[in-house]
Protein backbone atom coordinates (compact mmCIF):
# COMPACT_ATOMS: atom_id res chain seq x y z
CA UNK A 1 0.00 0.00 0.00
CA UNK A 2 1.32 3.42 -1.06
CA UNK A 3 1.03 5.55 2.33
CA UNK A 4 1.37 9.89 2.31
CA UNK A 5 2.26 11.12 5.82
CA UNK A 6 2.02 14.44 6.83
CA UNK A 7 5.01 15.33 9.74
CA UNK A 8 7.01 12.27 8.65
CA UNK A 9 10.17 13.68 10.15
CA UNK A 10 8.76 14.72 13.08
CA UNK A 11 8.69 13.15 16.60
CA UNK A 12 5.82 10.86 16.09
CA UNK A 13 6.20 10.57 12.29
CA UNK A 14 9.91 9.78 12.75
CA UNK A 15 8.15 6.17 14.85
CA UNK A 16 5.51 5.72 12.19
CA UNK A 17 7.33 5.77 9.11
CA UNK A 18 9.95 2.87 9.94
CA UNK A 19 7.05 0.89 11.08
CA UNK A 20 4.59 1.59 7.79
CA UNK A 21 8.25 0.23 5.72
CA UNK A 22 8.75 -2.60 8.11
CA UNK A 23 5.05 -3.54 7.70
CA UNK A 24 5.72 -3.62 3.46
CA UNK A 25 4.28 -0.29 3.00
CA UNK A 26 5.49 2.27 0.30
CA UNK A 27 6.00 5.80 2.15
CA UNK A 28 5.47 9.13 0.97
CA UNK A 29 6.63 11.65 3.41
CA UNK A 30 5.89 15.25 3.28
CA UNK A 31 8.72 17.50 3.81
CA UNK A 32 9.29 20.96 4.16
CA UNK A 33 12.63 21.20 4.17
CA UNK A 34 15.84 19.95 2.73
CA UNK A 35 16.62 18.55 6.45
CA UNK A 36 13.74 16.61 6.54
CA UNK A 37 13.72 15.46 3.20
CA UNK A 38 16.89 14.17 4.31
CA UNK A 39 15.73 12.23 6.98
CA UNK A 40 12.12 10.96 5.43
CA UNK A 41 14.66 9.36 2.74
CA UNK A 42 16.96 8.24 5.58
CA UNK A 43 13.71 6.22 6.84
CA UNK A 44 13.48 4.20 3.87
CA UNK A 45 10.68 6.37 2.30
CA UNK A 46 10.09 8.69 -0.23
CA UNK A 47 10.44 12.33 0.41
CA UNK A 48 7.51 15.14 -1.63
CA UNK A 49 9.08 18.10 -0.81
CA UNK A 50 5.92 21.02 0.35
CA UNK A 51 4.08 22.08 3.19
CA UNK A 52 0.99 22.27 5.08
CA UNK A 53 0.11 25.64 3.26
CA UNK A 54 0.19 24.19 -0.19
CA UNK A 55 -3.30 22.42 0.06
CA UNK A 56 -3.25 21.47 -4.15
CA UNK A 57 -0.30 19.55 -3.70
CA UNK A 58 -1.46 17.87 -0.39
CA UNK A 59 -5.10 17.04 -2.52
CA UNK A 60 -2.67 15.62 -5.30
CA UNK A 61 -0.75 13.82 -2.64
CA UNK A 62 -3.86 11.89 -1.15
CA UNK A 63 -4.97 11.24 -4.70
CA UNK A 64 -1.82 9.37 -5.56
CA UNK A 65 -1.86 7.60 -1.91
CA UNK A 66 -3.89 4.13 -1.06
CA UNK A 67 -4.13 5.72 2.52
CA UNK A 68 -2.95 9.21 4.33
CA UNK A 69 -1.83 9.43 8.08
CA UNK A 70 -1.80 13.35 9.32
CA UNK A 71 0.79 13.94 11.49
CA UNK A 72 1.78 17.56 10.65
CA UNK A 73 1.12 21.12 12.18
CA UNK A 74 2.80 24.11 12.78
CA UNK A 75 3.93 23.77 16.27
CA UNK A 76 5.75 27.01 16.08
CA UNK A 77 2.42 28.79 16.10
CA UNK A 78 1.70 27.58 19.46
CA UNK A 79 4.76 29.08 21.08
CA UNK A 80 4.04 32.36 19.09
CA UNK A 81 0.89 32.58 20.23
CA UNK A 82 -1.14 31.57 17.10
CA UNK A 83 -2.99 28.74 17.86
CA UNK A 84 -6.02 29.75 16.19
CA UNK A 85 -4.91 30.44 13.05
CA UNK A 86 -2.93 27.29 12.67
CA UNK A 87 -5.79 24.93 14.51
CA UNK A 88 -8.04 26.75 11.65
CA UNK A 89 -4.76 25.89 8.96
CA UNK A 90 -4.90 22.64 10.32
CA UNK A 91 -8.70 22.18 9.76
CA UNK A 92 -8.17 23.13 6.20
CA UNK A 93 -5.99 20.76 5.47
CA UNK A 94 -7.72 18.08 6.73
CA UNK A 95 -10.69 19.38 4.63
CA UNK A 96 -8.31 19.07 1.53
CA UNK A 97 -7.13 15.85 2.30
CA UNK A 98 -10.00 14.25 3.02
CA UNK A 99 -12.07 15.82 -0.07
CA UNK A 100 -9.80 13.75 -1.98
CA UNK A 101 -10.55 10.55 -0.06
CA UNK A 102 -14.39 10.62 0.84
CA UNK A 103 -16.23 7.91 -1.38
CA UNK A 104 -12.71 6.24 -2.78
CA UNK A 105 -12.25 3.93 0.21
CA UNK A 106 -8.81 5.18 1.04
CA UNK A 107 -8.15 5.20 4.71
CA UNK A 108 -7.20 8.62 6.87
CA UNK A 109 -5.49 8.56 9.89
CA UNK A 110 -4.44 11.50 11.92
CA UNK A 111 -4.47 12.24 16.10
CA UNK A 112 -7.94 13.38 17.18
CA UNK A 113 -9.30 12.69 13.84
CA UNK A 114 -12.97 11.42 12.89
CA UNK A 115 -14.29 9.51 9.78
CA UNK A 116 -13.65 11.11 6.27
CA UNK A 117 -17.64 11.31 5.73
CA UNK A 118 -18.26 13.43 9.20
CA UNK A 119 -14.62 15.75 8.25
CA UNK A 120 -15.60 16.83 4.65
CA UNK A 121 -19.33 17.14 6.09
CA UNK A 122 -18.45 19.45 8.64
CA UNK A 123 -16.59 22.10 7.85
CA UNK A 124 -16.91 23.86 10.80
CA UNK A 125 -17.25 22.07 14.09
CA UNK A 126 -18.36 23.60 16.97
CA UNK A 127 -15.73 24.59 19.59
CA UNK A 128 -15.83 22.67 22.82
CA UNK A 129 -16.67 23.70 26.02
CA UNK A 130 -14.23 22.66 29.06
CA UNK A 131 -15.75 21.24 32.26
CA UNK A 132 -15.40 23.37 35.19
CA UNK A 133 -14.34 21.34 37.55
CA UNK A 134 -11.75 19.63 35.41
CA UNK A 135 -10.75 22.01 33.09
CA UNK A 136 -10.88 19.18 30.76
CA UNK A 137 -13.27 19.05 27.30
CA UNK A 138 -16.90 18.26 27.77
CA UNK A 139 -17.80 15.57 25.55
CA UNK A 140 -21.29 16.30 25.92
CA UNK A 141 -20.73 19.96 24.75
CA UNK A 142 -18.84 18.53 21.43
CA UNK A 143 -21.07 18.29 18.32
CA UNK A 144 -22.83 15.03 17.75
CA UNK A 145 -20.84 14.17 14.80
CA UNK A 146 -17.30 14.24 16.95
CA UNK A 147 -18.77 11.73 19.87
CA UNK A 148 -19.96 9.36 16.70
CA UNK A 149 -17.41 6.52 17.75
CA UNK A 150 -17.68 3.22 17.48
CA UNK A 151 -16.39 0.71 20.36
CA UNK A 152 -14.61 -2.26 19.78
CA UNK A 153 -16.69 -6.03 21.54
CA UNK A 154 -15.62 -9.07 21.58
CA UNK A 155 -18.02 -11.40 20.49
CA UNK A 156 -18.27 -15.29 21.19
CA UNK A 157 -16.34 -16.90 18.72
CA UNK A 158 -13.41 -13.93 19.66
CA UNK A 159 -13.64 -12.15 16.40
CA UNK A 160 -13.99 -8.58 16.94
CA UNK A 161 -16.61 -6.16 15.83
CA UNK A 162 -17.51 -2.93 16.43
CA UNK A 163 -20.70 -1.01 17.12
CA UNK A 164 -21.09 2.46 17.59
CA UNK A 165 -21.86 4.79 20.38
CA UNK A 166 -24.19 7.66 18.99
CA UNK A 167 -26.19 5.47 16.72
CA UNK A 168 -24.19 6.13 13.49
CA UNK A 169 -23.68 3.35 11.30
CA UNK A 170 -21.12 0.83 12.91
CA UNK A 171 -17.38 0.37 10.96
CA UNK A 172 -15.63 -2.67 10.66
CA UNK A 173 -12.87 -3.59 13.29
CA UNK A 174 -9.83 -2.85 12.67
CA UNK A 175 -7.13 -5.12 13.30
CA UNK A 176 -5.60 -3.13 16.55
CA UNK A 177 -9.44 -3.72 17.65
CA UNK A 178 -10.39 -6.86 16.54
CA UNK A 179 -9.91 -10.46 19.19
CA UNK A 180 -10.83 -10.53 22.62
CA UNK A 181 -9.28 -8.77 25.54
CA UNK A 182 -6.21 -10.22 26.70
CA UNK A 183 -6.38 -12.32 29.73
CA UNK A 184 -5.24 -10.72 33.08
CA UNK A 185 -2.41 -12.71 34.56
CA UNK A 186 -1.80 -14.30 38.40
CA UNK A 187 -1.28 -11.26 40.54
CA UNK A 188 1.46 -10.16 42.52
CA UNK A 189 1.22 -10.57 46.48
CA UNK A 190 2.52 -8.15 48.73
Known sequence: MRVFVTGASGH???AVVPELIHAGHDVVGLARSDEAAATVRAMGAEARRGDLTDLDGLREAARDADAVVHLGFQHEGIASGRFAEVA???????????????????AF?????????DLVNHPNPAPRSHSPSTGTPDAASAPSWS???TSPTASATGTGSSRSTSGSPARPASPATSGTAPTPGPRATP
Open 12 to 14: IGS
Open 147 to 149: RSR
Open 88 to 106: AQDQEVVHAICGELVDTGK
Open 109 to 117: LGIGMGRVE
